[in-house]
T-cell receptor, first 112, second 110 residues
Framework: NAGVTQTPKFRVLKTGQSMTLLCAQDMNHEYMYWYRQDPGMGLRLIHYSVGEGTTAKGEVPDGYNVSRLKKQNFLLGLESAAPSQTSVYFC???????????FGPGTRLLVL | EDQVTQSPEALRLQEGESSSLNCSYTVSGLRGLFWYRQDPGKGPEFLFTLYSAGEEKEKERLKATLTKKESFLHITAPKPEDSATYLCAVAPYGNNRLAFGKGNQVVVIP
């Protein structure tokens, strides 16, 4: 089992460019999450999904969109990147509310 | 609002010098408390889940305990490979989200 995988590992964008981050899990988990991690801020939830076809806003959703077309995949999109979105992005998944979340290796994003 | 506070922010230990990390939390109703380990440039790695006050869990040199207001992660006779940031998170009832603390950065010096 690969667990949770993320693509790409690292990306540099110019302000205004768009990109999509891909998260995939092979644990048949219903719930999936996108977090960002910034120095001194801890992990903050961007969006999450409680099942295929569903999405919901987290703590810091502005500037991001998500889609969950397949149970195993959760996509995070930046339509018009801003320097404030420079961060490390982590995807996680679990079986449901209160269950242990398992994290991917992260995507480091630099917006110039 | 659910809050998690971890202390100390940073800790330097000599190899073999045991210590404890603290995670204080306020939550409307606790479904579970989680400890993760994070190495530089990597994702959080799951260590423990605690569900009720009085519960304890152990793994090698690590032992996690839980009370109604806080959790401790005890590191016994640490080795340099225990150097990492340890993250604490709580899962409230009726909420799909985890609330994370900012972490305890631990450096173990040989």
């Amino acid at each position: 089992n690969a667990g949770v995988t993320q693509t790409p590992k690292f990306r540099v964008l110019k302000t205004g460019q768009s990109m999509t981050l891909l998260c995939a899990q092979d644990m048949n988990h219903e719930y999936m999450y996108w977090y960002r991690q910034d120095p001194g801020m801890g992990l903050r939830l961007i969006h999450y999904s409680v099942g295929e076809g569903t999405t919901a806003k987290g703590e810091v959703p502005d500037g991001y969109n998500v889609s969950r077309l397949k149970k195993q995949n959760f996509l995070l999109g930046l339509e018009s990147a801003a320097p404030s979105q420079t961060s490390v992005y982590f995807c996680a998944s679990n079986h449901g509310e209160g269950a242990t979340q398992y994290f991917g290796p992260g995507t480091r994003l630099l917006v110039l | 609002e659910d809050q998690v506070t971890q202390s100390p922010e940073a800790l330097r230990l000599q190899e073999g010098e045991s210590s404890s990390l603290n995670c204080s939390y306020t939550v409307s109703g606790l479904r579970g408390l989680f400890w993760y380990r994070q190495d530089p440039g990597k994702g959080p790695e799951f260590l423990f889940t605690l569900y009720s006050a009085g519960e304890e869990k152990e793994k090698e040199r690590l032992k996690a305990t839980l009370t109604k207001k806080e959790s401790f992660l005890h590191i016994t006779a640490p080795k340099p490979e225990d150097s990492a940031t340890y993250l604490c998170a709580v899962a409230p009832y009726g909420n799909n989200r985890l609330a994370f603390g900012k972490g305890n950065q631990v450096v173990v010096i040989p």
